[in-house]
């Protein structure tokens, strides 16, 4: 399962690379932000800076995991691969490793419905709402699995 994550994780950073790289390159000018109950847009955001933004936003949450995961590997034996013998420390080392993936996968589906919503082929949009939650549900499916892994300590 470890191994796995890992594998999810390092595809999943060239593949948030290439999703952003492609939507950018279909995006309007203007990229409207929020919307008001008619759907007029109430606030525009340059392409460039939504670009610099998703960007920035990718590294900065990945940053901030990748750092607090660096700094506490000094006193773990990550040579562990059962859950059972692993201690919470541990645990919580390697689920980090996951939830960095299922973040990167909350941002790899929504760029991709702003890429879909932008689109001169005029998608269905109402298709494609799946896509804003399946992210959240991943993510609640992946803090249940962290209190599983917690409660299921002897």
Request: glycine share 6%; aromatic share 20%.
């Amino acid at each position: 399962m470890i191994k796995i994550t890992k594998l999810l994780y390092t595809l999943s950073i060239p593949i948030f690379l290439a999703i952003l790289l492609y939507v950018y390159a279909f995006l309007p000018e203007q990229v409207g932000l929020f919307f008001d109950k008619n759907g007029e847009t109430t606030l525009l955001m340059n392409k460039a800076d939504f670009f610099y933004a998703c960007l920035g936003l990718f590294v900065f949450t990945n940053g901030i995991i990748l750092l607090y995961r660096k700094m506490n590997r000094g006193n773990l034996n990550l040579g562990k691969a059962d859950f059972e013998d692993m201690t919470s420390a541990e645990l919580v080392y390697h689920w980090l490793n996951g939830l960095s993936f299922v973040i990167n996968v909350i941002y790899i589906f929504s760029i991709m419905f702003v890429g879909m919503y932008y689109n001169s082929e005029h998608f269905d949009i109402v298709n494609y709402v799946a896509l804003i939650y399946l992210g959240p549900v991943m993510l609640a499916g992946w803090v249940f699995w962290f209190i599983y892994l917690q409660f299921s300590k002897k």
